[in-house]
T-cell receptor
Framework: AQKVTQAQTEISVVEKEDVTLDCVYETRDTTYYLFWYKQPPSGELVFLIRRNSFDEQNEISGRYSWNFQKSTSSFNFTITASQVVDSAVYFCALSEASSGYSTLTFGKGTMLLVSP | DADVTQTPRNRITKTGKRIMLECSQTKGHDRMYWYRQDPGLGLRLIYYSFDVKDINKGEISDGYSVSRQAQAKFSLSLESAIPNQTALYFC?????????????????FGPGTRLTVL
């Protein structure tokens, strides 16, 4: 069965530090999507990125970057020069081709606290 | 205006009451979902629907029912609410559109409904 593990329950950093959020997944599918979502204190869930299993290129978007490694089944998320506004819970999620991409399996989330 | 709306945003009810949470979307997506979020447990899928005539149970459907009234509307009902159904409930939508034969499914979430059952 598919599974997503976010081993870091909570991370605290000081503003301007770099921080990496870990995500490890398990799946028997060879075709799947991986996602990251952000949940700020206001509670909504914001989509950040989708990566398909055929594309292992790293992606950078401003201060955000993602490192996808199939060899270690990991899809880690790095925030460079963190800011207070980055404080949120971040979820990693997996969607498999065998389910028609119909369902998302979420990790339990990592709470990031960025202090001034 | 938000693409995915949920009503009510907050609700306090009593054990045994019937309650309905509503979700509407203007994204034109055909797939809709209901999740609940509990502290430390992430999000868990309750029900999902691929179109008006297609309803599927998720991981934790017991105690819940749904209705897909139209492509844009998907309601979640608690027939007889109990305290352990106190949670944050999210509706989500996605598009089954595909590129090069592969689905580009991404789920977009509503703002959530905070439900408290006393």
């Amino acid at each position: 069965a598919q599974k997503v593990t976010q081993a870091q329950t909570e991370i605290s950093v000081v503003e301007k530090e770099d921080v990496t959020l870990d995500c490890v997944y398990e799946t028997r599918d060879t075709t799947y999507y991986l996602f990251w979502y952000k949940q700020p204190p206001s509670g909504e869930l914001v989509f950040l990125i989708r990566r398909n299993s055929f594309d292992e290129q790293n992606e950078i978007s401003g201060r955000y970057s993602w490192n996808f490694q199939k060899s270690t089944s990991s899809f880690n998320f790095t925030i460079t020069a963190s800011q207070v506004v980055d404080s949120a819970v971040y979820f990693c999620a997996l969607s498999e081709a065998s389910s028609g991409y119909s369902t998302l399996t979420f990790g339990k989330g990592t709470m990031l606290l960025v202090s001034p | 205006d938000a693409d995915v709306t949920q009503t009510p945003r907050n609700r306090i009810t009593k054990t045994g009451k019937r309650i309905m949470l509503e979700c509407s979307q203007t994204k034109g997506h055909d797939r809709m979902y209901w999740y609940r979020q509990d502290p430390g447990l992430g999000l868990r899928l309750i029900y999902y629907s691929f179109d008006v005539k297609d309803i599927n149970k998720g991981e934790i459907s017991d105690g819940y029912s749904v209705s897909r009234q139209a492509q844009a509307k998907f309601s979640l009902s608690l027939e007889s609410a109990i305290p352990n159904q106190t949670a944050l409930y999210f509706c989500a939508t996605s598009d089954r559109g595909s590129t090069s034969g592969r689905s580009t499914d991404t789920q977009y979430f509503g703002p959530g409904t905070r439900l408290t059952v006393l």
